[in-house]
């Protein structure tokens, strides 16, 4: 079951931004400041509690990713299995194949202001790949093949906004956009040094070796 709760109590409990609400991240005060530790009656006491095990940290650090994405358990784990099997580095095969997916592309090219956002526009068939409306966020999308809001769609609000605010900064170097158009590709598969998140993906490879 996907969580549908509030955003802020997976920043909370994982003790740092995540930046699941876009750029309402970036413009309100994140609770994550104003109470560093995790939600619940017990977690206060739980931030005193002695040093996190080893099985703790790769846990943790396997739901933090999971959450940055917005992916079920079952999700990540048949991701996992899937990339375990191919030539390279495990957990840098894992982080690019989660970059890959269609709603995570939808938000990189600075169509929607976050993944969650990402999910609905695909969902609700205002995305386009290859000229064909595809509306399943999971979709993993290739080098070379195009992603496109569908021109019915190109003046929604959320959608405009959130372009306005992409074009301030800089998209990766493994994706093409082209504002105009509302449109993009990705150029290559993303490597480990161009995917921006904080993570130590080794800890969740050896929290499914066990």
Avoid at 17 to 23: E, N, P, Q, R
Avoid at 120 to 145: A, C, K, M, W, Y
Avoid at 179 to 186: A, W
Wanted: glycine share 8%; net charge positive; aromatic share 8%.
């Amino acid at each position: 079951m996907r969580y549908t709760g509030s955003s802020c109590r997976q920043c909370r409990r994982e003790g740092t931004k995540l930046f699941l609400k876009g750029t309402k991240c970036f413009t309100e005060k994140c609770p994550v400041e104003r109470r560093p530790y995790a939600p619940g009656q017990h977690g206060q006491a739980t931030a005193r509690r002695r040093k996190a095990s080893e099985y703790a940290k790769q846990l943790r650090e396997k739901q933090k990713i999971k959450r940055i994405y917005g992916v079920s358990e079952k999700q990540f784990r048949n991701t996992f299995e899937h990339v375990s099997t191919l030539p390279g580095i495990t957990g840098h095969n894992l982080l690019a194949a989660l970059e890959s997916r269609l709603d995570n592309m939808v938000y990189r090219l600075g169509f929607a202001s976050s993944r969650k956002a990402a999910r609905q526009l695909v969902r609700h068939r205002h995305i386009e790949v290859n000229g064909r409306t595809v509306d399943i966020p999971s979709f993993v999308v290739l080098p070379g093949q195009e992603i496109r809001v569908h021109t019915g769609s190109r003046e929604n609000v959320f959608v405009v906004q959130s372009m306005e605010h992409a074009s301030r900064g800089a998209s990766p170097s493994w994706l093409a956009v082209d504002r105009g158009t509302f449109s993009g590709r990705m150029l290559e598969r993303p490597t480990r040094p161009n995917i921006p998140i904080a993570a130590q993906e080794q800890l969740v490879v050896e929290l499914y070796s066990k």
